[in-house]
């Protein structure tokens, strides 16, 4: 079992709207935000191949926080594919 987690691309919009719709049973595309946030230097999405299939993603954004004097990240959303939820992903 191989693990990779890359940046998204322009090309993996199509996969990303899958594995959105898939969470949220909602039938509205979604592949014009998807682009937007692609190209948003303040954030980014962030997906997980196993063996080479998108298995899920994360999307976060980065905000300069006054209280802390630095930059933080905060997940927006983070979607798996259902049959992959409940697997043990880190081997001690």
Do not use: C
Not at 58 to 72: E, K, M, R, T
Request: aromatic fraction near 8%; proline fraction near 2%.
């Amino acid at each position: 079992m191989s693990i990779t987690i890359r940046l998204a691309r322009e090309q993996d919009v199509s996969v990303l709207e899958e594995l959105y719709l898939e969470f949220s049973n909602w039938l509205i595309k979604r592949d014009e935000a998807i682009r937007k946030a692609l190209k948003d230097p303040n954030g980014e999405l962030l997906i997980a191949e196993l063996n080479g299939e998108v298995v899920g993603f994360l999307h976060q954004v980065f905000l300069h926080d006054i209280l802390h004097a630095g930059s933080h990240s905060y997940i927006l959303g983070l979607f798996v594919k259902e049959k992959h939820r409940e697997r043990a992903w880190l081997q001690p």
